[in-house]
């Protein structure tokens, strides 16, 4: 137990007072007359840094910046005292409040104190449409929108800890949510992309950027313009005639900048369109991209370019990268690397910290100021996106890398920082990472997965199974094996109880994965009695399971998030839930009577994927049926 000074430097004092409440089993503020184990000097000499020394019977942490002591006191916590400093002048996280699940203030601001003992010193809140636009109701509308209240409470709370909040929105692409009613067709260029060019669009673009930034401190904006796939090519062509996207872009660009210039706002933007354009084939890594000269000698002064990369762990690729950027795009960019959060129901760890830590490495080695670790919630936001927490804490030390002591024990700094066991949190990735390959950072082949198959085989239709031709040996038991060490291992604290959700998501694959595998053979070669004990056994254990996982799942999303976006996971559990009775019913009524014939179960399933649908990242559209649905 840490005892903090009850006198800490002024701007240190709320930022304190916030941790100690929120961390009470592992510091507290000293009490009156009690001897202070942990006190802190201001020392601008520790540029962008800290030193954590002995003191007596306790500890003196000197530190240039908030968030440096912040930072100190999390690696003390972990038992890890050091010293170390950053070559990076802001390290932040981003966040993703669009796809389906909006955290609550309470939540985000319960993570900034994880991040802050981590030394995070900035927070990227990823709004598509999810704040308020006064005189737009139908901007974020039925999906838990914030309201300027609401961002000034999650700019409150990360101000105490020495973090600057910035907004991150869309101008071009990514406005799907907006695009969909009636009232804004008239601004569409495609059913994604705004119609670049049009009066009206501008008008909507500067009331969303009063809107997102005027309840926050910083001058700073990240105005999206990412996967503007199809610019120019619907809306736009029927109004403004056939255009080449790069000068729609840059022309874009420079309005949007100009509005932003306005208010004094400093933006930011995705670079990858820029590469994507200079393409033959759209590739965002494609190495014979070309930029033309007067892309870059049109970039609008004061646009700073954010090079986002979650793919790669080569260093030398993040290099070449960085590199481009500086030649054809005019200057070193923002670093965004990201933590697998997307598409899956827990964080694919390894495959996080190898690219994370590649990645930090080259943007370090090219004296880049500037990095952001994002967490992406495509398909729903079905995951938790505490499960990122370890791959935050890689992201941070490699931030702090300078000092080859600094960073050797992440597994100290993540205890201190949040709590939770580092090899629990990364042994939870198995519920995707499958046999024989191994969930740990150091396996080039765990590193390289990208499929989910945790998650979609949950969601897997149980009926068709369509997709199961080839399934690896030994995976029922692997997912029984990882349901009984994540149980144990959540209930060994309360910082680690997240751990009861892949715990459950990996009892009811097991047997989900068992019901693929038994049915559809058992009833082509008419063994009455395996179905019989399918349908008295195992579907009904199997349903108490999904059941169990669901309200796990219900609770957690309430818990965390706002009620809006758990229609799209609840009727997906429903849907589930149908499928599964409709099973039953079709297992006993052949049962009952043997000549009447299951069409769904007559033929094998084909090999679909060729490498294996478990080596995939699939959609729940994906997977729930073999239709597509227009």
């Known amino acids: 137990m840490l005892h903090v000074e009850a006198d800490p430097p002024a701007e240190l004092s709320d930022g304190l007072g916030d941790l100690v409440r929120a961390f009470p089993h592992r510091m ?3 009490a009156a007359g009690e001897p202070a184990t942990v006190r802190f000097t201001p020392d601008p000499g520790l540029v962008r840094g800290y030193a954590t020394i002995a003191d007596g019977a306790g500890w003196r942490i000197r530190y240039d910046r908030p968030c440096d002591a912040y930072r100190a006191l999390g690696t003390l916590a972990g038992g890890n005292p050091h010293q170390a400093a950053t070559s990076f002048e802001t390290l932040g996280v981003m ?12 939540t985000i601001a319960s993570l900034l104190r994880r991040y802050a003992l981590m030394g995070v010193n900035q927070l990227w809140l990823y709004l598509e449409d999810t704040y308020t636009v006064p005189g737009e109701p139908l901007v974020g509308y039925a999906r838990g929108r914030y309201t300027a209240d609401e961002l000034r409470e999650i700019d409150d709370a990360a101000h105490r800890l020495g973090i600057e909040v910035v907004p991150c929105v869309q101008t071009l692409g990514h406005l799907e949510q907006v695009l969909q009613w009636p009232r804004y067709f008239a601004f569409r260029d495609t059913d994604r992309v705004l119609l670049a060019g049009a009066p009206e669009a501008y008008d909507l673009i500067g009331r969303m950027l009063d809107a997102a930034t005027s309840p926050l401190r910083s001058n700073r904006i990240h105005i999206g313009l990412d996967e503007a796939h199809g610019v ?3 809306g736009y062509r029927r109004r403004f005639g056939d255009r080449p996207p790069f000068e729609i872009l840059r022309e874009h660009l420079d309005r949007v900048s100009a509005l932003c210039a306005d208010r004094g706002l400093r933006p930011m933007i995705w670079s990858d369109m820029y590469f994507r354009l200079g393409s ?15 892309v870059t000698e049109s970039m609008p002064p004061g646009v700073q370019l954010v090079y986002w990369d979650y793919e790669h762990t080569d260093p030398a690729f993040y290099r070449d990268w960085i590199g481009r950027h500086r030649d054809a795009l005019g200057g070193p960019p923002v670093f965004a690397a990201g933590v697998w959060t997307h598409h899956r129901m827990w964080a694919q760890l390894p495959r996080s910290l190898a ?14 100021a500037e990095a952001v670790v994002t967490m992406w919630g495509n398909d729903g936001t079905e995951g938790d996106l505490y499960s990122a927490l370890p791959g935050v804490q890689t992201f941070a030390d490699a931030g702090y890398g300078n000092d080859p002591g600094a960073t050797t024990n992440t597994a100290a700094n993540l205890l201190g920082s949040a709590g939770i066991c580092l090899d629990d949190w990364i042994a939870a990735s198995a519920v995707d990472i499958l046999p024989p390959v191994v969930p740990l950072p150091t396996e080039p082949a765990a590193a390289a997965w990208t499929g989910n198959a945790g998650k979609w085989l949950l969601w897997h239709d149980p009926v068709l199974s369509f997709l199961t031709a080839e399934l690896p040996d030994g995976l029922a038991e692997h997912y029984r094996a990882l349901a009984d060490r994540l149980t144990a291992a959540a209930d060994r604290n309360a910082d680690d109880a997240p751990l009861a959700f892949p715990a459950a998501l990996a009892a009811a694959v097991a047997d989900k994965v068992v019901l693929h595998q038994r049915t559809g053979p058992a009833y082509r070669r008419g063994d009455r009695d395996e179905i019989r004990e399918i349908t008295e056994t195992l579907l009904p254990r ?5 059941r169990r996982l669901h309200a796990i799942h219900r609770d957690t999303w309430h818990a965390r998030n706002k009620p ?5 996971i609840d009727r997906r559990y429903g849907g589930l839930q149908a499928r599964l009775d409709h099973l039953d019913r079709l297992l006993r009524g052949w049962l009952d009577d043997p000549t009447r014939p299951i069409e769904e179960l007559t033929e094998p399933p084909q090999v679909a994927i060729p490498e294996g649908a478990h080596t995939r990242c699939l959609t729940h559209a994906r997977v729930a049926s073999p239709s597509f649905i227009h």
């Open 28 to 30: 507290r503020t000293a």
């Open 95 to 106: 966040i993703d409040v669009s796809r389906n699940a909006v955290m609550r203030p309470t």
């Open 232 to 234: 120019g090519t619907g």
């Open 280 to 294: 033959a084939t759209g590739d965002y890594y494609d190495p014979r991209t070309e930029i033309p000269a007067w």
């Open 355 to 368: 690219t994370i830590t590649a990645g930090m490495a080259a943007a370090r080695d090219c004296g880049l």
């Open 542 to 546: 199997l349903v108490e399971r999904i």
């Open 564 to 568: 809006f976006g758990w229609d799209v």
